[in-house]
């Protein structure tokens, strides 16, 4: 089971970015999937949720109205659309997916899989 996340890199304040995580290795209808974050020297944090068949998705209010998380079942990716970043955006960024098929804030002790990360870095 793989889940390979990308599309990160450096990119200027109010730009775009659109991250992917490409999910292989078995089915994943009944999961929920995970967009997580990590800073520098800080936790890894939640970003956003969307159940596998697309219908249900929920945000950190940090990004909400920004950020829109969407998945294609036909290529098994899901995806992570960033607009208007801005300089605290910059992270790791982590797809992950949840068994329980929960779509809420997510809990890193209920992720299954996780992919390698991507850096998103926006300059200011």
């Known amino acids: 089971v793989q889940l390979q996340a990308s599309g990160g890199g450096l990119v200027q304040a109010g730009g775009s970015l659109r991250l992917s995580c490409a999910a292989s290795?078995?089915?994943?209808?009944?999961?929920?999937m995970n967009w997580f974050r990590q800073a520098p020297g800080k936790e890894r944090e939640f970003v956003a949720a969307i159940s596998w068949s697309g219908g249900r998705t929920y945000y950190a209010d940090s990004v909400k109205g920004r950020f829109t998380i969407s998945r294609d079942g036909a290529k098994n990716t899901v995806y992570l659309q960033m607009n208007s970043l801005k300089p605290e955006d910059t992270a790791v960024y982590y797809c992950?997916?949840?068994?329980?098929?929960?779509?809420?804030?997510?809990?890193?002790?209920?992720?299954?899989?996780w992919g390698k990360g991507t850096q998103v870095t926006v300059s200011s």
């Open positions: 992950a997916a949840d068994p329980s098929g929960r779509v809420g804030v997510g809990r890193l002790y209920a992720m299954e899989y």
């Open positions: 290795g078995r089915t994943f209808s009944s999961y929920a």
